[in-house]
């Protein structure tokens, strides 16, 4: 009988007949929990009076946008890059460092632009030069850890104070751009912080800032198309998933490495630029801290920290999970229980987020001990199976 379902990526059936089996996909549980999430959240808010009128707290375009989906964009595109450098059976924790240190060199070269020039001139700087600092601070990193054959915790370690330091002793005013400097237009209002009105009935509007998002939007097709599409991306699951196999495979592993990390730092870079043209600034400060919440994204979007498996889309996924908590503890600002009232603050964030990365990765261990287990079944019913076979056949 032909078999007619469709396979997804890790070879598990999307379609059985007739049948979607949508939760089979790597990311369903995570549009569940999105969902969850949200509906918990909406329900959970209280009415407020916007423009003259009563709507949800939380379910609101002038929210979900600006406070949830455009923040979650540079840590994302962030967190896409860190899941290729997880597939690959390595960790990259310099990724807030990289960010912050491309914003601000973003920021320097711009300011020396008059606010006026031309976007000719403008975004082939404003994106080319954010990009080539994380491109050689991934690069730094990938060496690093082939020629130093250190674990790459300690070397993203390392890096991330190096990184950092670079930047708080290369702008002696903390921000930029500095004085009475701006950046150019043609970078900030025209293109990244370009504004969409919405009309919202009567004289009320919604003033939406798409770029960010859209750019998001193309770095995980972007990191798909790398994992799953080229040959490429097929050596750097081969990598996470068995390095010693890879290595006898004739892969080059130690080349491997260094692209996962440049790759890493590319999208770090990206993510700086965003940022930057989007707020018009970058601060000593920007990206600090970031290194938890994009390794959360990436672990709680289905990259596994022992190395093979992770997908660009449950990076973003993951991204969106962590926004959307951000946002609930900032709607809600207190839980009433009934017998209790537990207030919330921007604080509790942290907890919520390395309670996330236990549980992720917990849940991770116990799928790849039950998987084992049932490998085992599989292959000790085929070899009892097998051996009934020959006592059965005759002589």
């Known amino acids: 009988m032909q078999d007619r379902s469709i396979k997804a990526m890790d070879g598990k059936p999307l379609l059985t007949g007739r049948r979607f089996e949508w939760l089979r996909i790597p990311e369903g549980g995570l549009l569940v929990v999105i969902v969850l999430i949200g509906t918990l959240l909406t329900f959970a808010a209280d009415p407020i009076t916007v423009r003259g009128q009563v709507v ?37 924790i310099s990724v807030g460092s990289i960010f912050g240190l491309a914003a601000l060199g973003s920021a320097a070269v711009l300011q020396t632009i008059p606010e006026q020039a031309s976007p000719l001139v403008v975004l082939p700087i404003a994106l080319g030069v954010p990009i080539l600092i994380g491109v050689l601070c991934g690069l730094i990193n990938g060496l690093l850890v082939v020629g130093l054959r250190m674990h790459p915790f300690i070397v993203t370690l390392g890096t991330l104070s190096i990184f950092r330091g670079l930047a708080l002793i290369s702008v002696p005013t903390k921000s930029l751009p500095s004085g009475d400097a701006t950046l150019p237009l043609a970078f900030t209002e025209n293109f990244m912080s370009w504004q969409v009105v919405l009309p919202q009935g009567g004289a009320t509007s919604i003033m939406l800032q798409p770029v960010p998002l859209v750019v998001m939007v193309l770095c995980v097709v972007a990191g798909w198309v790398f994992l799953n599409h080229t040959i490429s991306g097929r050596e750097v699951y081969a990598l996470g998933g068995n390095e010693e196999a890879a290595r006898f495979s004739g892969l080059p592993v130690g080349w491997i490495k260094v692209r996962v990390y440049v790759l890493s730092g590319m999208a770090a870079g990206i993510a700086g630029m965003v940022s930057t043209g989007y707020f018009g600034s970058a601060n000593t400060a920007t990206g600090e801290g970031y290194e938890l919440t994009v390794i959360a994204a990436a672990v709680v979007g289905g990259a596994s920290l022992t190395g093979g498996r992770g997908t660009a889309l449950g990076a973003m996924l993951g991204a969106l999970i962590i926004k959307l908590i951000e946002n609930g503890i900032y709607i809600l600002k207190k839980i009433d229980l009934g017998f209790a009232v537990i207030p919330l603050s921007k604080e509790y964030t942290k907890i919520i987020i390395g309670i996330a990365i236990i549980v992720a990765v917990a849940v991770d261990r116990l799928s790849e001990y039950l998987r084992g287990r049932k490998a085992a079944r599989k292959t000790l019913s085929r070899t009892q199976g097998q051996g009934e076979t020959k006592e059965g056949r005759p002589e």
């Open 56 to 92: 949800n707290n939380f379910f609101r375009l002038d929210n979900l946008i600006p406070n949830v989906a455009t923040p979650m964009s540079w840590m994302a595109i962030m967190a896409v890059g860190v899941t290729i450098v997880i597939v690959g059976g390595g960790i990259d």
